[in-house]
């Protein structure tokens, strides 16, 4: 599969214009029938009981207060849905006696942090559209200096009066969501076989070449295979390296084995 996948990004709203080629993963929310997302065939989690979760999460997104806290949603499933009581350690019982749950049920994780975290980036470029994120992260700076919100001291004027001009609303959400590093897992995990990853991000690229990865020149005939269009404005690179490697690890992971599949990444040059 020659497709390139968009990343960190889920969302349409913070993955701006992409050239041709390059799509967005759809872990079960997109329209199935929408050639700028790519949806695997095989996702666990099917339309029906993915609605009740997304249900679930717009309860929850209403009793946050807290923009950094819609994050923390995204991470709240590895699998194990009551951990440190006695129905996970029947599972683990049960896991043992037959591993194929085990795979079922990281596949299904993996979805369900994915279509978080989109749902989670979906959430904070409403509230930014509806001005909303500005009150919002105010409000969150404040707590982050130890003051109330609405303490009238000279101190907290300050400190929102350095944040009378904020960013832009993409870049507002982009403060807020999932590390990049947090999405990596779940995102090689859900991606079909063989599709590669699309990295227009100029501080993860950086990270990336500072961590020692080797990155060379898209040749051409790669470039024509991933953009039929032509290939974006801008230096290309890239390197096919298996996800342990990217999330920046020196060895393989055992408790994530899917991390050893090999993807090619094209990376944007700063």
């Not at 041709?20 to 339309?47: C, E, H, K, T, Y």
Request: aromatic share 6%; charged share 25%.
């Amino acid at each position: 599969m020659n497709a390139l996948l968009v990343f960190p990004h889920l969302h349409p709203g913070l993955a701006g214009e992409l050239p041709a080629g390059v799509r967005l993963l759809d872990p079960g929310l997109g329209s199935a029938d929408d050639p700028a997302w790519l949806r695997p065939g095989d996702l666990p989690i099917g339309p029906e009981e993915l609605a009740g979760y997304v249900r679930e999460f717009d309860r929850l997104r209403r009793e946050v207060k807290n923009p950094k806290d819609l994050a923390l949603l995204a991470g709240t499933t590895d699998g194990h849905f009551f951990a440190e009581t006695s129905f996970a350690v029947r599972q683990e019982m049960e896991d043992a006696l037959d591993p194929g749950r085990v795979a079922l049920r990281r596949a299904r994780a993996a979805q369900l942090a994915l279509c978080l975290t989109a749902m989670v980036e979906e959430s904070l470029l409403e509230l930014a559209t509806a001005g909303e994120l500005d009150v919002r992260f105010r409000r969150a700076m404040a707590e982050s200096l130890g003051l109330e919100a609405d303490d009238e001291t000279e101190e907290l004027a300050l400190a929102l009066a350095a944040t009378a001009t904020l960013p832009p609303a993409a870049a507002l959400a982009e403060e807020f969501r999932p590390p990049w590093r947090q999405t990596l897992p779940a995102f090689w995990a859900v991606a079909p076989a063989g599709a590669g990853l699309y990295i227009a991000d100029a501080d993860i690229v950086e990270t990336l070449t500072d961590a020692g990865i080797a990155f060379a020149p898209l040749s051409p005939e790669d470039a024509a295979a991933f953009f039929p269009d032509g290939p974006p404005a801008g230096a290309l690179l890239a390197a096919t390296l298996p996800g342990w490697r990217l999330a920046g690890r020196t060895r393989p992971d055992p408790g994530a084995p899917w991390l050893d599949a090999p993807r090619p990444v094209v990376v944007v040059a700063p």
